[in-house]
């Protein structure tokens, strides 16, 4: 089936072939399925890890039934197998969630950007500081876009030992010994050095976008590429937000040690 970017209703249809598909058949196709809050760095990981295992990632199309990597936004772990669980800061994820909400993207979020847009209704979307404290209670308690917080996502798969757990912050750090490790848990096989090497060039943020870390355009899915962008747009009260809600899973995911970061 064609991909219609700005389709709900194929939008709608695809999640649930995903869903049926990635619950029903996981662990006997195979799927490897790449799990994430979104905005979490999920499909640029499974980019690199369909390449790594020589298996097609049918992104923004329908599912295929055969190997391949079905990625995701999946909360419960139920019968899923061959699970990889994509791990972000959850500071560095809400910011990257409120431009992918509040700015059309290549990627087709129109609708996403209406539906958002005319909740929020912010007299100007680039005033990052002011808007976010109330984005962050906006994406925390209203649960709608998705229907869960990183929060709960974090309470529920965190140290689920049926998954293969990683982080984005370790994959922008060291991408190639990273994305050994993965296939090398995935598949009990290695994979050469030379090979994850010539993968992390291919998917870098640089080949993809055309643009080094840090150069930011906001109207695209690949917005900045960097660690701790937070920190450029979080003020006090965005701080005292973030860690009203979830604060906790900061310390135990390992982001922080204590909450200092808060008045820090």
């Known amino acids: 089936m064609i991909y219609q970017k700005n389709n709900v209703y194929w939008h709608k249809f695809n999640a649930l072939s995903r869903y049926f598909l990635s619950y029903t058949f996981s662990g006997i196709m195979p799927y490897y399925i790449v799990n994430e809050y979104p905005k979490s760095g999920g499909s640029w990981i499974g980019q690199m890890l369909a390449a790594a295992l020589d298996v097609p990632f049918p992104r923004n199309r329908l599912p295929m039934l055969r190997p391949c990597i079905m990625h995701g936004h999946f909360l419960w772990p139920s019968t899923l197998k061959n699970v990889v669980i994509v791990w972000r800061d959850g500071r560095d994820v809400i910011v990257s969630q409120y431009f992918h ?132 747009h979080f003020t006090n009260e965005s701080k005292e937000m973030f860690d009203h809600y979830a604060g906790d899973a900061l310390i135990s995911l390992g982001y922080e040690k204590d909450k200092s970061w808060v008045n820090g």
């Open 101 to 232: 909400s509040l700015f059309q993207n290549e990627k087709g979020n129109k609708i996403l950007v209406e539906k958002i847009s005319a909740d929020l209704k912010y007299a100007d979307v680039k005033d990052t500081r002011s808007n976010l404290p109330s984005f962050i209670e906006y994406i925390f308690k209203g649960k709608k876009y998705p229907k869960f917080s990183w929060l709960d996502f974090a309470k529920k798969w965190q140290g689920n030992s049926g998954a293969v757990h990683v982080k984005y912050e370790d994959f922008r750090h060291n991408c190639s010994t990273q994305l050994q490790q993965l296939v090398g848990a995935l598949k009990n096989r290695p994979l050469s050095k030379a090979r994850a090497e010539k993968i992390e060039k291919i998917f870098s943020f640089e080949s993809q976008s055309g643009r080094a870390p840090g150069q930011e355009n906001s109207n695209s899915f690949m917005r900045k590429g960097i660690v701790g962008d937070w920190k450029s």
